[in-house]
């Protein structure tokens, strides 16, 4: 049930003639899909997400927590209750890329400054499109590296700038964040050391992949 009169994100996820949809504030399905998704198609992704990072039309929920263990990991205080599409398309990416481990970059769609502490509204252009520039950067310095798939070692990457997550200001130091993730990087490897051995065992044809990201607009019954 939406809170506010406004837009929503869903993105289809076509692979050999079956798809995979995400409904607008459909964030547990979002998290589903973080292993189904390679290196190139989480590229695709973004490719489709980045337009909507200038959208500042307002989403049509309200700011809440959503990623596993957050009360234990995230911010517990925030006064922001809307946000834009192009927080709501970030956030979007986050999920899908890392799963429950995004909790370590975002639990809320809230993005805050760094020097002087405050929220960013969701409509302050000029600031949400500092953190949009990131995610571009991001994005063009993953295409130009040559490896199976993103780490959760990638998310760190996103901590830089003069804009972050709000859970950013509450998190762990690195000492205990960085060890964790190690770990999963240690599993993510082994997990691709056996898909390219199946890989190997049985050849198969290349399936159809496609992902579209469209904007439905629904309004709040009165």
Same mark, same amino acid.
């Given at each position: ?7 929503? &994100?869903?993105? /289809? &996820?076509?692979?050999?003639?079956? %798809?995979?949809? /995400?409904?607008?504030?459909? *964030? ?12 190139? @198609? ?9 337009? *909507? ?12 927590? $959503? %990623? ?46 760094? $020097? ?9 252009? &000029?600031? /949400? ?5 990131? !995610?571009?950067?991001? !994005? ?17 990457? &996103? ?22 993730? /190690? ?12 898909? @390219? ?8 044809? @290349? ?16």
């Amino acid at each position: 049930m939406q809170d506010f009169d406004g837009y929503g &994100l869903k993105v /289809i &996820l076509i692979n050999n003639h079956k %798809s995979d949809t /995400i409904n607008p504030g459909n *964030y547990s399905k979002a998290i589903s899909l973080v292993y189904k998704l390679n290196k190139d @198609k989480k590229i695709k992704v973004l490719e489709e997400m980045m337009p *909507y990072f200038d959208d500042y039309s307002l989403c049509g929920y309200r700011v809440k927590m $959503y %990623s596993p263990f957050a009360v234990l990991y995230g911010a517990k205080k925030h006064t922001n209750k809307k946000y834009s599409i192009a927080i709501e398309s970030m956030y979007l990416i986050n999920l899908m890329f890392y799963g429950e481990y995004a909790r370590y970059l975002s639990n809320f769609q809230v993005l805050i400054n760094k $020097y002087d502490k405050n929220e960013v509204e969701f409509n302050d252009s &000029l600031n /949400i499109s500092k953190m949009a520039d990131l !995610y571009r950067k991001w !994005y063009k310095s993953k295409i130009s590296i040559q490896k199976s798939n993103f780490s959760v070692l990638d998310l760190l990457d &996103l901590y830089r700038g003069p804009i972050g997550w709000l859970d950013m200001e509450y998190m762990p130091d690195f000492g205990e964040i960085i060890p964790p993730l /190690i770990g999963l990087v240690d599993l993510e490897q082994r997990r691709n050391e056996e898909e @390219k051995r199946e890989e190997s065992m049985f050849r198969t044809i @290349k399936p159809r992949e496609d992902i579209q990201v469209i904007k439905p607009q629904f309004k709040v019954k009165k």
